[in-house]
């Protein structure tokens, strides 16, 4: 089964109808001149402007990146010391760990930006959401009030930022419907629906945190330690690289209904709960590529059996070999 996501005007839409038509049928879709007007401004951000906007001497904190701009993969847990007997509830492949580039670090406002402009001795830097407009990016709250109104019949969560150049997020899924809204340069999605689910993942993964550590003249060194080997598994996130999968998940990976999606500067992707994203950012020519993404509470599976049509709900979440949906 194909899976096509439709570009459609925001204007022939109403909050309602948005609910009816996508949210309630779990159908991802691009919505054209869906962006606030109050947020027209975001649209030329530069890394310049961000750091005339910013009180002076601001420090934020950042994620460092993997050389293909990678932030996550999958790995054999033994390239890690320390303690490997932990049990950890869910985790069936004990053999291997989800390995995070690097635990988040704090650099200057500044430096961040240089590392946008790929100066000097950071590697690719990015301001990976994680609630960051109420933290390290609070001075930008003001910039981006509210939310696109085709989500006010939605119970509205909060607004995340996404501030990097090329970045690669790896393949996962949320638990929130997310009103994705590209700022600046533009957003390649990897998508495939929640049926697909059992094609991916069938269990939890243990994460694994790598150290930056600054190192002269080079953009630094990503360490594995013993510390980085934590006590958190996350069911969210594929088993294996969908991009180039093993041998032992070809069979798998071939029946995987990938679609992917560019997201231009202006444009905003719905993006329903469960649907699994890899996401590739590529920055406008000022080196800086911004996204807004406003989650909101998911409409759970009770309101999707009262609202739709059995057939519509099948055309989005259900995986031809199932008859039952995940969610
Ligand atoms: O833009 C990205 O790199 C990732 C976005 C994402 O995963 C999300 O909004 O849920």
Known sequence: MKISVERVPAENLTPESFVREYVATNTPVLLQGAIPESWAPCLSWTPESLLEMAPSELRVKVAPLM?????????????????????????????????????RIEVSLAD??????????????????????????????????????LGER???????????????????????????AQLVGEKEFLLCPPGD?????????????????????????????????????VMNYAVYDVDDPPEEYAELAAQL???????????????????????????????????????FQRLGRRSLKESVSSEQSVRSTEHPRSTKTIF
């Open 67 to 103: 050389e293909d701009g990678r932030d996550k993969w999958v790995e054999d847990a033994s390239l890690w010391p320390g303690r490997h007997d932990v049990k950890l509830p869910g985790v069936v492949h004990g053999n291997l760990v989800l390995a995070v580039a690097a635990s």
């Open 257 to 295: 209904r990938k679609t992917v999606v560019t997201v231009r500067a202006g444009e905003v992707l719905y993006l329903p709960f469960g649907w699994w994203h890899q996401v590739r950012g590529r920055p406008s020519p000022s080196g800086l590529c911004c996204s807004a993404a406003s989650f």
């Open 197 to 233: 689910t059992p094609l991916l993942a069938d269990g939890r993964l243990r994460k694994a945190y790598a150290t930056w550590q600054a190192s002269e003249g080079s953009k630094g060194n990503f360490e594995r330690k013993a510390e980085g080997l934590s006590d958190e598994a």
């Open 154 to 180: 939605l119970l509205f969560k909060r607004t995340d930022l996404w501030l990097g150049g090329e970045t690669l997020s790896t393949l996962h899924f949320d638990n929130v419907e997310n009103l994705f």
């Open 112 to 149: 961040f930006v240089a590392s946008l402009r790929k100066e000097g001795q950071w590697p690719a830097l990015y301001a990976d959401g994680a609630a960051n407009l109420e933290k390290s990016f609070e001075f930008l709250r003001c910039k981006l009030p509210g939310f696109p109104a």
